[in-house]
């Protein structure tokens, strides 16, 4: 056997550290050059001016254009000898927006380091930029405005200056310091649950909605969680920051650019189609136009369709679908189900209980301002456990809408929960293996109706992939609480459900909407493929949610930039 395979993966592993080692020697150099400035803007809640020396640029450009002179193929020159001023004019574009990403992403990883800061995710960056805003005229007006913004949005406003050091300030969430409470026999109520006829009325309800749809309704109000179409526009002062038509909504509490509009359900609620809702709420003070915040934005919204859910109705074409004879015989498998998964329901409450006993023990603060990036992954939690529980997506939709307008509350306990679960596992070395999270995802699939592969590239297109990792976790730091509790057997409050919908007479294919879905696609009936076998710890995802250790972006001196994500126009 000839050895010159290895001989040549023996270079490449020492190319590897060498690159790696002239990395980390520039991050340390850059970490010892930055100059940090911090202005504490309330309970963890600091503002960093970040500020490149010159010379470090310079030198980076240098070392940069170097390695171009090298490698870069130049009409009339052999390769390496052409003159360094021409390839600095022919890559000083391409060169500068590569470099601008590394500097910006790297400055403020050793900013981080160098003052000793713990992060709460990624930080948001002020930029400069100008927008077009109209009156009520109709006259449009160019306006100077100061945005925070995230990273990968940042430096689409961004540019390495001619001359002079690089500067610009973020704004970062810091992690608070706390003390673990007594873990030993947590006091837990084991509930006595059994399944009934209205726990089988509520998942028949529920296999309805799965195949509801959205049906116009040609008279009378509008009643809530209704499907609309609007005109929706939105002021604050004489600008006006929004004007769409058609716009697709439901009739609840929802978050329209950045702004939660608590009892928007109830000011929609009554009205007619052409009729025009007025509704005003005051903008976050973690709106990301700074201009906007703590004024009141004023929405108009011109009703111009009402749709409503209709359940299809329990006959011999819906018991057929499901492969059932009768009524009878669905009732029976969905009795079944239900009390295969009363061991999961009845440790997931006794989980819920421990989770308050920490929360409730554990003396933390948390940032004042809890930022929109902190709700969306509270939010991203709990569509998770939705999910995974078999939710069908018009409800999932609506408890998002809920969940985005009045998530304060819940924002505080899941990020205090979540630190407190994160430092338990770091200190027990609790880790998730790579089956665990496959064997998720494809419990995930089973449930949706969707292939293997398919779910885990949808989770992995945001942070939902993060989102289950540190779910999966956190479950299993609960279990060995559990094991380790004082565990006593209760009666256990019967939940009432709410009374099943009208079912629909007939469904019209060419008029009927089906419920608008979440961040996951439509089911589709395909048998889940089987997960992977592999029992190797599963690599962490670079994004955790609530509290990730570090940023999205790689800790390198010169080679990483903030990674950056597909933007998606969206009316709210």
Not at 216 to 239: F, I, N, R
Request: charged share 35%; hydrophobic share 35%.
């Amino acid at each position: 056997m000839s050895d010159e395979p290895l001989a040549l993966e023996e270079q490449e592993a020492v190319g590897d550290e060498d690159e790696a080692s002239k990395e980390k020697k520039a991050f340390e150099k850059l970490k010892e050059a930055v100059i940090v400035q911090k202005e504490e803007l309330g309970s963890l809640r600091i503002k960093m001016t970040i500020t490149v020396p010159r010379d470090l640029i310079d030198e980076r450009f240098g070392e940069q254009f170097g390695e171009l002179r090298r490698e870069a193929l130049i009409p009339g020159f052999r390769k390496g000898h052409a003159p360094v001023r021409l390839v600095e004019k022919r890559f000083a574009a391409e060169v500068g927006d590569q470099l601008k990403g590394q500097l910006i992403g790297s400055a403020y990883l050793a900013a981080v380091e160098k003052d000793g800061l713990k992060p709460l995710g990624d930080p948001h960056v002020w930029v400069k930029l100008t927008e077009e805003r109209a009156t009520d005229d109709g006259v449009t007006r160019k306006v100077d405005v100061e945005k925070l913004l995230p990273v990968d949005k940042a430096l689409e406003h961004m540019s390495l200056p001619k001359e002079g050091p690089l500067e610009y300030a973020c704004e970062v969430e810091l992690k608070p310091e706390f003390e673990l409470p007594e873990l030993d026999k947590i006091p837990v109520g084991r509930p006595k649950l059994a399944v009934d006829d209205d726990d089988v009325e509520a998942e028949l309800r529920r296999l309805q909605t799965y195949r509801g749809t959205f049906e116009p309704v040609e008279e009378g109000p509008v009643e809530l969680d209704d499907l609309l179409y609007a005109d929706v526009k939105m002021s604050v002062g004489d600008d006006v920051m929004l004007n769409e038509q058609n716009v697709e909504l439901a009739a609840r509490d929802l978050r329209i650019r950045g702004v939660p509009l608590s009892g928007l359900g109830e000011a929609l609620t009554g009205s007619n189609r052409d009729d025009v809702v007025k509704f005003g709420a005051t903008v976050p003070d973690d709106h990301e136009n700074l201009d906007l915040r703590g004024k009141t934005a004023n929405y108009e919204f011109t009703i111009r369709e009402i749709k409503r859910l209709a359940l299809p109705p329990i006959d011999e074409e819906f018991l057929k679908t499901g492969g059932y004879e009768s009524e009878d015989d669905l009732r029976d498998a969905l009795r079944s189900a239900l009390e295969s998964r009363l061991t999961q329901v009845i440790r997931d409450r006794m989980h819920e209980q421990v989770g308050d006993y920490l929360v409730a023990k554990t003396a933390m603060e948390i940032p004042e301002g809890l930022s929109q990036r902190q709700t969306d992954r509270s939010v991203a939690r709990r569509m998770i456990e939705m999910y995974q529980t078999g939710v069908p997506e018009s409800e999932i939709s609506k408890a998002v809408d809920e969940m985005r307008a009045r998530a304060h509350d819940q924002v505080i306990r899941d990020l205090k929960l979540y630190f407190i679960l994160e430092k338990i596992a770091e200190d027990r070395e609790i880790n998730v293996t790579e089956e665990q999270l496959n064997s998720a995802i494809a419990a995930i699939a089973q449930r949706s109706g969707k292939r293997f592969d398919r779910v885990r590239d949808e989770l992995s297109k945001g942070d939902s992939l993060s989102t289950l990792y540190v779910q999966i976790r956190d479950q299993q730091v609960l279990d060995e609480l559990l094991a380790e509790a004082e565990i006593t057997d209760v009666e256990a409050p019967k939940k009432k459900i709410a009374p099943r919908p009208v079912a629909a007479k007939s469904t019209s294919p060419s008029t009927a909407a089906k419920p608008k879905a979440p961040p996951q696609p439509k089911a589709e009936k395909k048998p889940p493929a089987k997960a992977p076998a592999r029992a190797k710890p599963a690599e962490k995802p670079e994004k955790e949610a609530a509290g990730s250790k570090a940023p999205a972006m790689k800790k390198t001196a010169g080679r990483a930039s903030p990674k950056k994500t597909a933007a998606k126009k969206k009316s709210s």
